[in-house]
């Protein structure tokens, strides 16, 4: 049933992994040394993103063309300026950044990324992978056989830098998920998700008790919470290392990768701190990212601001208080909605804060390496 995915090294749907590792094995001999064959009209493109106009390019391809929700009323609109930190992480390659344009008029009509990261499997195996995002094809182009090119193609090029794995993260259900999570969501602006169609009404409640039964609190919990500085690094590092250690899929990040993931940025990355006082170490984060999306033919709103839960960790407050927290910065930072998915100890707050179940699912998948079947608890892993 999968003309492409049957031909690569990944466990097949109905397969009982028991054993963890390597699929397959392969030296730099066996990597085909040209670029795949693309039809024809098109040609191979590096993106360079520190070029304003190609990296306009990316988010306009993204902006009109990148994942929407299962009824088409809404499409992520990754914003310039978070497109450019997710795709230079440090030891980014520029060679990673792959577009496909129409020869004749230079139009940018497909793109596949990957990034480096080292990811622990079964809290045993480190391993060096590359992270893959933002496969898009242009609507015009779809169902033509190009995205198993563009796969092949970064795989290729991956390769030739002698790393054989890879993690990514997908909507539909794929030969075959390491873990199926499902999406959360906690409303902030219930009058605008109605307005949008992004939530209903529920029966027998009016929009002031929405309104009132949405409200987070007016003040922070947690003493002392304040932004992420570069001081706070080293301490940060260690805390994640411990914290990330108990869970079966998680990234392993030195301080500099550390300081580019959670180092707050406007309307990119939030990250909040509590550090003892005492001894100047951090005891607590959390972290959201911005991922606005676009609203599909929405005559009043054009877009809805969505809050992403990156990495929480609470040692000195109870998460629920830290997960307060977070609700209420992100309402204080205009937000609409706060969503987060079913992994890391999120089940303890989803309820409590009312979040509600989406309708869309995340399935998280590894190439090349077999594992165990995981629950959406044991991964300690989020891709953007
Ligand atoms: S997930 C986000 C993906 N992007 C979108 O959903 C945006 C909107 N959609 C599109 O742009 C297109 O529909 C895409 C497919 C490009 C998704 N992951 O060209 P086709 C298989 C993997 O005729 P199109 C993200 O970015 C499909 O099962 N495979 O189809 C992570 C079929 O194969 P098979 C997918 O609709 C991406 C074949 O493609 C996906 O025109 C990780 C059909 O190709 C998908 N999301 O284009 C990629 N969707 O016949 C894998 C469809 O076998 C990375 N397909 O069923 C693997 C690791 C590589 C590096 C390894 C290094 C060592
Ligand atoms: O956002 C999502 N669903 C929303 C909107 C649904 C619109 C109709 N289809 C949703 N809303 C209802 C819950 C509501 C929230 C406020 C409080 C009351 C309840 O369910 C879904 C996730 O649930 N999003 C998507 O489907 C987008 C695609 C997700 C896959 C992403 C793949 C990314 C791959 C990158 O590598």
Redesign the pocket.
């Known amino acids: 049933a999968h003309a492409f995915w049957d031909t690569q090294p990944v466990p097949k749907i109905d397969a009982q992994v028991e054993k963890s590792g390597p699929i397959e094995v392969k030296t730099l001999d066996d990597v085909r040394k040209e670029p795949l064959t693309l039809p024809a009209l098109f040609e191979w493109v590096v993106l360079d993103v520190n070029d304003q106009v190609q990296l306009n390019d990316v988010y306009t391809l993204l902006n009109e063309n990148y994942?929407?929700?299962?009824?088409n009323?809404?499409r992520?609109d990754y914003s310039i300026p978070f497109l450019k930190w997710a795709l230079q992480p440090p030891h980014y390659l520029k060679d990673w950044h792959i577009g496909v344009r129409v020869k004749e008029s230079k139009k940018l009509v497909a793109f596949i990324s990957a990034i480096p990261a080292t990811i622990n499997v079964d809290k045993t195996d480190s391993v060096k992978m590359v992270e893959i995002?933002f496969l898009c094809v242009h609507k015009k182009l779809r169902e033509k056989r190009l995205a198993p090119v563009l796969i092949k193609e970064i795989t290729r090029r991956v390769n030739l830098q002698n790393i054989w794995q890879a993690a990514?993260?997908?909507?539909i259900v794929l030969p075959k998920p390491v873990a199926s999570c499902r999406?959360y969501?906690?409303?902030l602006n219930p009058k605008k998700?109605v307005e949008c169609?992004?939530?209903s009404l529920p029966p027998r409640v009016s929009m002031s008790l929405l309104i009132k039964l949405n409200r987070v609190e007016e003040n922070t919990k947690c003493p002392g919470i304040r932004p992420l500085t570069k001081a706070d690094v080293p301490s940060a590092t260690r805390l994640l290392a411990k914290y990330l250690s108990q869970y079966s899929l998680a990234p392993s990040m030195s301080e500099e990768e550390v300081w580019h993931w959670l180092a707050p940025q406007k309307n990119v990355m939030d990250c909040y701190v509590v550090v003892d006082p005492k001894t100047g170490e951090v005891t607590d984060m959390c972290s959201f990212y911005t991922l606005p999306s676009s609203v599909i033919g929405n005559p009043k709103h054009k877009t809805l601001k969505a809050a992403f839960s990156f990495y929480n960790i609470a040692t000195s407050v109870p998460l629920v208080d830290l997960m307060a927290d977070a609700l209420h910065l992100a309402k204080k930072g205009d937000f609409d909605?706060f969503?987060c998915l079913d992994i890391f100890e999120n089940s303890k707050f989803i309820k409590e804060h009312k979040f509600?179940?989406?309708?869309?699912n995340?399935q998280y998948y590894l190439y090349n390496y077999a594992t165990q079947t995981k629950d959406p608890s044991a991964m300690g892993l989020v891709?953007l």
Request: without cysteine; charged residues 25%.
């Open positions: 994942v929407e929700d299962d009824d009323m809404f992520f995002n990514y993260t997908a909507g999406y969501h906690r409303s998700l169609k992004f939530s909605v969503n509600q179940p989406g309708d869309g995340l891709l």
